[in-house]
């Protein structure tokens, strides 16, 4: 009796006090100490850019680099890439170049956020948009690793009209600020949520941009801390490895 009381209490407890980690995604090349300042700063995982739209889309060659000197930094790494959608090289091209330069690089991508924001760099037509963001998760699928997206409502409606066909395997990492720095954060939390397109709930947040953190130009990111510890997990996959691969992609899975 006791005992079930004791428990039912702290299940009360830790659903209604969740707690969160923090993230910060990058788009610059960084140095080790950068890297170590995150970790310094309690910062958990850092997002790292691999792909990007210049040209008629390129591996970001700083990604290796990066995700290296972060796993050395003890951060957990999450991976994402910005698309060119108006490219005339495939979707499915613009994923397998990203994954070819990590795999080369040593690296063994679990998952991989694709970034749907800025409808200015989308085309019109958004069905046009819709196949081509399908075309992009359905190779990452075929290739063993969990798709999400990064956007927010409103550029979701306007590069997809509020596409929900998407399958209920995609994760949402999703942007809310009211402007950029520290002064437009919002609240470093999911409270402030509301459902829309393909998703009842988001995996991340990303709750400020543009902001100066230990040498970088960052965007800041939250998610709920149960899945931090997965961390430990990456550096555990990592040391049993014997290639020594280094495993990224936790947040969500
Ligand atoms: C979310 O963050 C805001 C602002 O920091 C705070 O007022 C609110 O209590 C938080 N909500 C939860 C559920 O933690």
């Known amino acids: 009796m006791l005992l079930s009381l004791l428990i039912s209490s702290s299940l009360l407890y ?4 969740q707690q969160y980690a923090y993230g910060v995604d ?3 090349q960084g140095s080790s100490s950068n890297f170590n300042c995150l970790r310094q700063n309690s910062y958990s995982t850092v997002f790292v850019r691999a792909y990007k739209p210049d040209g008629s889309g390129t591996v ?8 290296n000197m972060a796993f050395q930094a003890g951060l957990g790494i999450e991976v994402y890439r910005t698309m060119n959608p108006t490219s005339s090289k495939q979707a499915a091209t613009q994923i397998d170049e990203a994954i070819t330069a990590l795999t080369n690089g040593g690296i063994s991508v679990r998952s991989l956020w ?13 069905a046009t948009n819709v196949n081509f963001i399908n075309s992009a998760l359905q190779r990452i699928r075929n290739r063993g690793i969990s798709p ?11 590069i997809t009209n509020q596409a929900s066909n998407l399958g209920s395997d995609v994760m949402l990492w999703v942007l809310e600020v009211y402007s950029s720095g520290v002064g437009g954060e919002t609240a470093p939390n ?12 988001a995996a991340v947040k990303q709750f400020g941009q543009y902001e100066s953190v230990c040498g970088f ?3 800041r990111d939250v998610y709920p801390l149960s899945t931090s510890t ?3 997990k990456m550096m555990n996959d990592a040391k049993g490895d014997k290639h020594k691969l280094i495993y990224v992609g936790y947040i969500g899975l």
Not at 14 to 17: E, F, G, N, Q
Not at 148 to 158: A, I
Not at 190 to 201: H, V, Y
């Open 148 to 158: 999400g997206v990064y956007t927010n409502n409103y550029d979701w409606q306007q």
């Open 114 to 126: 694709i970034q749907v924001t800025s409808p200015v760099n989308w085309n019109k037509n958004q």
């Open 60 to 67: 970001d060659s700083s990604a290796v680099a990066n995700i």
């Open 14 to 17: 830790s659903s209604s006090a």
């Open 230 to 232: 997965l961390r430990e």
């Open 190 to 201: 999911f409270t402030d949520f509301r459902p829309f397109g393909n998703w009842k709930t």
């Open 26 to 28: 990058i788009n610059q």
């Open 217 to 219: 130009t960052a965007n």
